[in-house]
């Protein structure tokens, strides 16, 4: 009987043979996915060998936990200093997928530390989630409820090249005033995080492009990992001020509800991804203080309905005080902007 071909070095493969199917004491998972695998994906025996890897690689974080843990302790003490920082976990009987198309040795990947070899959830995953949401979202909310702006005229708050939007994420030429930090998933809950999960693509060569689906295709299971567990997210304001707590409480209430709506990562269409806050309460700041904070030094405060309210299609309230009023940027600097409620205009002036 021929020996299949082997997917890894000799030294390593040797490893799982003295083994007998098992690793000795490795401790980095990240490591044993991208190296360890012993029979690549065309071999027949290439679906236990995968299952070999996956057990390896739980192995492999349970070794490592003790490091991790102390590691994350520091973590969390550095980030709780400042910002908003909070657990989230994957919501009952939700997995999540990360990083399910990065390059990997298997037909699937995942995102796990560099370091520890556990999985995380990237800092841009969250932004990039929090800024989709708050353009298509947010933005769709406000799509009656605009703004003068005595140099473009019109404009939105949440939509994307919004005044709260380029504050809040940034454009081309800014990161934005929002840093989202890296979301660590808790000691508590990683031991058990990885999870052995099935797709079954039912037309794979249509998906390849080499015919059109049929009913007689055969539908072809392929595993994959995905994580379960609590992650520990926390994001903070580049001025560490009242201002910018702010700032702070705002971006974090549209990474929440995305998280909860949209779920982050992949196949959140097919229910995955979807997280929910653990413990504990974000103290709520005053309904009002969005006609309070200023972008770019400036600030615009939204027309009144015609029955000279404040209009609740948007997703905050505004004060319904006339006349100017001074406002902080995250940056610093002040502004008396031009306030619009109903037909009165307000003169505005800069304050350096």
């Known amino acids: 009987m021929t020996e299949p071909e082997t997917a890894c070095r000799n030294v390593v493969s040797q490893l799982w043979k003295d083994g007998m199917g098992f690793l000795p004491e490795c401790s980095h998972a990240g490591l044993v996915m991208s190296r360890y695998l012993q ?70 990947g995942l995102t796990l530390h560099h370091l520890y070899g556990t999985p995380y959830i990237p800092g841009s995953a969250l932004k990039g989630l929090a ?13 009656n409820l605009q703004f003068e702006d005595p140099e473009t005229k ?34 508590k809950s ?18 390849d492009g080499k015919q ?7 539908p072809i299971p392929v595993s994959f990992l995905s994580v379960s567990g ?23 209430d549209i990474l929440q509800e995305a998280l909860m709506e949209w779920g982050i990562g992949g196949k959140t269409n097919a229910g995955y991804g979807r997280m929910e806050l653990q413990t504990g309460k ?32 948007h997703p905050f309230k505004f004060s319904s005080h006339k006349g100017s009023n001074q406002y902080n940027h995250p940056k610093g600097g002040g502004y008396s902007g031009t ?8 003169s505005s002036k800069k304050h350096k």
């Open 39 to 108: 029979i690549p994906v065309k071999e027949d025996r290439h679906k236990d060998a995968k299952e070999d890897l996956y057990h390896a690689m739980q192995k492999s974080i349970e070794n490592s936990k003790k490091l991790y843990s102390e590691a994350f302790t520091k973590y969390e003490n550095g980030l709780t200093e400042f910002g908003i920082c909070q657990r989230f976990k994957a919501k009952d009987g939700i997995h999540l997928v990360l990083g399910l198309g990065g390059e990997n040795v298997l037909e699937t």
């Open 131 to 143: 800024a989709h949401y708050c353009d298509q979202v947010w933005g769709a909310k406000e799509n």
């Open 154 to 187: 019109k404009g939105y708050w949440f939509k994307k090249g919004g005044k709260y939007y380029n504050a809040l994420f940034g454009n081309g030429d800014d990161a934005g005033h929002i840093t989202f930090h890296d979301a660590w998933i808790d000691p």
């Open 190 to 207: 990683v031991v058990d995080s990885l999870c052995q999960d099935i797709m079954t693509p039912h037309h794979g060569k249509y998906y």
């Open 212 to 218: 059109a689906p049929t009913d007689f295709d055969a």
């Open 230 to 252: 609590t992650f520990l997210l926390a994001l903070s304001c580049d001025m560490q001020d009242e201002n910018g707590k702010k700032w702070e409480k705002l971006a974090f």
């Open 282 to 313: 974000i103290t709520s700041v005053n309904p009002g203080f969005t006609s309070r904070l200023s972008i770019a030094g400036k600030t615009y405060a939204p027309k009144a309905n015609k029955s000279g309210t404040e209009n609740s299609g």
């Open 339 to 346: 306030s619009y409620y109903g037909d009165k205009k307000h």
